[in-house]
């Protein structure tokens, strides 16, 4: 779970982390009111999950009230890479005299904690990464003794930054690993963490994802998920308690489990077609679970014929055909549809199939011949 | 033979007397998996259609010298349990529970490696372990895997996911193919067990002829894996890595399976496979007939 800016520094005031004093507006006037309240100058900030906000003209310096209502009347309602500006953070400008990189995320590899600090800040890190990978001092920490103060400051020594940054950074570092730990957080990141002429340290952004296996220890973490941005269809789906991404192409896809799912996303693009989505709707494929599936996909108007994928465990193949029959019978499918029913009493399951077989609903035996003819029928449509 | 499980391991569930651990349970029992205990502080003393239940995994193995656990708690008290499982004196955990937090799995592993580096963890969020005609532990319907066959040659399986390794025994099952041993390592961040160890394993076991791998996009485990094989296996390899499709940035259903920066990708995997030598499919069924090609090469 990706949060806003705005949420993010939120998140990292409540574990002390320094930021500056600002709020969220979702209208000219609100933005006024805020930079009246923090004291000019203000920085106006579109509140998007897209880099390359300033490039855009989605971040702006406003020196009085004039300018907050011309800045924030050009960036509300902006598209930045297809994102809709709907909400600003108003802060005020800081003084800045050098710009610095912090981060904490899961190193898969090493199996631990890996924290990442430069003094080349306020850049793409990727691209610094790349180009001069020894500009970034990494530490990794073992999760079981957790980040001590005196691996902090060694940490920091290395990273050569400005020797006044030394107390603050140390102290922000400590406090942001407890944000990622207590926090449950899969990345926080600050870029650019600053310098300022006044020798204080503090986080300018914040870039932080929620892990959200971990809801159930941070109830509080709704209100994050609420302000998520999904699309119709993702929207749809996540009602109806169903794993679905959705993508650009004509063939709709249901699967049961994600490996299968994600592979007959990858066989329909093998056999030239062009699917429209992932779904995966888990272990059982009862009629409830199968019904709701196809009513997502029959909404998406791109949608042209359907892959029904289905390979039972557990889960016999009688129940997995009778589902889908009641199924089919609750939901108005307009389009061809193209079963592949494998793995356990499989046979039974064709059986029951058989008598419901017309042109709109067609077997195949196998996941590649029924990607290919389901997107045969995708393009006769 | 078989690596990590046979007929000799005797199983403890904890979480026997929830409906997941019952279920599956019993299922691994009618197996002939020695299903010998389950814990619940709360009903110690009862049983579970005949296994009986006591309090702590030290309690059952000291009654019943259980050497494996197999998890069936809810996210929330996952660490706890494992931890619970290494101190009782169990030497195998399988941990089927999914939606555990990304920093409990860091936590325990590193817990487990430091202070109980003789004990090995599979999972969480994984399907289990079967060695065909020896022991089930988890959640893999038992009869679609086949037994090796004597005197011909049996393959290993290991797996990040859990349909896929259903699909990959069916494959291998319908083509007349035994199976040594099945693992599932999981599809989280994570794993208890890498596919490095299940590669080592089956090097190493008498009763393994070849390997199938299954992969999917996201982390870097399929290349590290790449590297091992390239390196320190003779027995052959065959591969396949879901998600070639799958866009950059999003999520599909695993934890795991996330795609960043043109990194982790199904095809940089595929690629890196294919040079350490593995044979590599490009659906689930062309992998299964590579198999086919390499078993009828062995016999």
Redesign the interface.
């Known amino acids: 779970m990706d949060l806003y800016e705005y949420q993010g520094k939120q998140f990292f005031a409540r574990f002390g982390i320094p930021v500056s004093p600002g709020d969220t507006a979702d209208s000219v006037d609100e933005a006024v009111e805020v930079a009246d309240r923090i004291g000019y100058p203000v920085v106006v900030k579109s509140q998007v999950q897209v880099g390359g906000r300033g490039k855009a003209g989605g971040i702006k310096l406003a020196n009085d009230a004039d300018e907050v209502v011309i800045h924030a009347g050009n960036i509300l309602g902006m598209d930045i890479k297809g994102h809709q500006v709907r909400r600003l953070w108003i802060e005020r400008a800081s003084d800045i005299a050098e710009e610095y990189y912090a981060s904490f995320t ?1 190193d ?2 090493a ?3 890996l924290g990442m600090l430069s003094a080349q800040g306020g850049v793409d890190i ?1 691209a610094v990464a790349v180009e001069n990978p020894d500009a970034i001092a990494r530490t990794h920490i ?3 003794d957790g980040l001590t103060e005196a691996q902090a400051r060694e940490w920091v020594a290395a990273a050569g930054l400005n020797p006044d940054a030394t107390e603050g950074t140390v102290a922000i570092l400590l406090k942001l690993y407890t944000a990622y ?1 207590d926090g ?1 957080a ?1 990345l926080v990141e600050i870029n650019p963490l600053i310098l300022k002429p006044d020798g204080q340290v503090h986080a300018l952004d914040a870039k932080v994802t929620l ?1 959200g ?2 809801l ?2 941070h109830p509080d973490y709704e209100r994050f998920e609420a302000t998520q941005v999904l699309d119709e269809r993702e929207q749809a789906a996540k009602a109806k308690g169903l ?1 679905y ?1 959705g ?1 650009d192409g004509f063939v709709g896809v249901i ?9 007959t ?3 329909v ?2 056999v030239g077609g062009d ?1 429209a989505n ?1 779904l ?1 709707i888990g272990g059982g494929a009862s009629a409830e679970v199968m019904a709701g599936a196809l009513e997502v996909i029959n909404n998406d108007p791109k949608v042209r014929s359907i892959f029904i994928n289905i ?4 889960t016999k193949g009688e129940e997995v055909a009778n589902g889908i029959v009641a199924a089919l019978g609750r939901v108005d499918i307009d389009v061809p549809i193209v079963i592949r029913l ?3 009493n499989a046979d039974l399951g064709r059986e029951i199939l058989q008598p419901h077989l017309s042109d709109k609903l067609q077997m195949q035996p ?3 011949d029924a990607a290919k003819r389901a997107v045969e029928l995708a393009a006769a449509q | 033979m078989s690596i990590f499980v046979d007929e000799t391991t005797k199983v403890v569930y904890q979480g026997l007397t929830g409906s997941q651990g019952r279920f599956y349970g019993l299922l691994n029992r009618d197996y002939g998996t020695q299903v010998v205990a389950g814990t619940n502080p709360k009903k110690a003393g009862t049983d579970v259609d005949g296994i009986p239940v006591y309090a702590t995994v030290a309690d059952a193995v000291e009654a019943t010298g259980a050497t494996a656990s197999c998890i069936f708690i809810p996210a929330p008290g996952v660490s706890s349990a494992v931890i619970e499982a290494a101190e009782g004196g169990v030497s195998f955990i399988v941990c089927i529970t999914e939606g555990v937090p990304a920093h409990d799995e860091a936590w325990f592993f590193n817990k487990l490696r430091r202070d109980f580096p003789q004990v090995r963890l599979l999972g969480p969020n994984c399907p289990g372990i079967i060695s065909p005609g020896r022991a089930n532990i988890g959640i893999t319907a038992g009869h679609i895997a086949k037994e090796p066959v004597p005197g011909a040659p049996a393959v290993g399986i290991v797996s990040r996911s859990g349909t896929l390794t259903y699909q990959a025994l069916y494959e291998l099952k319908l083509n007349d193919i035994g199976v040594s041993t099945c693992v599932g390592i999981g599809g989280d961040p994570v794993p208890g067990t890498s596919f490095i160890d299940c590669l080592e394993a089956f090097e190493a076991d008498p009763g393994t002829d070849a390997v199938m791998m299954i992969g999917e996009i996201g982390g870097s485990a399929e290349e590290e894996a790449a590297e091992f094989i390239a390196a320190k296996m003779a027995k052959p390899v065959v591969a396949y890595v879901a998600g070639v499709t799958a866009p950059p940035g999003k999520k599909m259903g695993h934890a795991g399976a996330i795609v960043s920066g043109g990194k982790g990708t199904a095809q940089a995997k595929m690629e890196a496979l294919s040079e350490a030598g593995a044979r590599v499919g490009l659906n689930p069924t062309e992998a299964g007939q590579l198999m086919v090609d390499v078993v009828r090469s062995l016999a």
Not at chain 1, 255 to 263: F, P
Not at chain 1, 311 to 314: K, L, N, R
């Open positions: 899961l898969r590899s199996k631990k904690h990727e073992d999760p079981v730990v449950d899969d892990d296996n971990a159930f220890r794993q991404v993508l699967a049961n489990g994600a490996g299968l799912a994600m592979s996303v990858d066989i693009n093998q699917p992932f995966d390979f039972g465990g557990i494998d793995g356990t196998t996941m590649v």
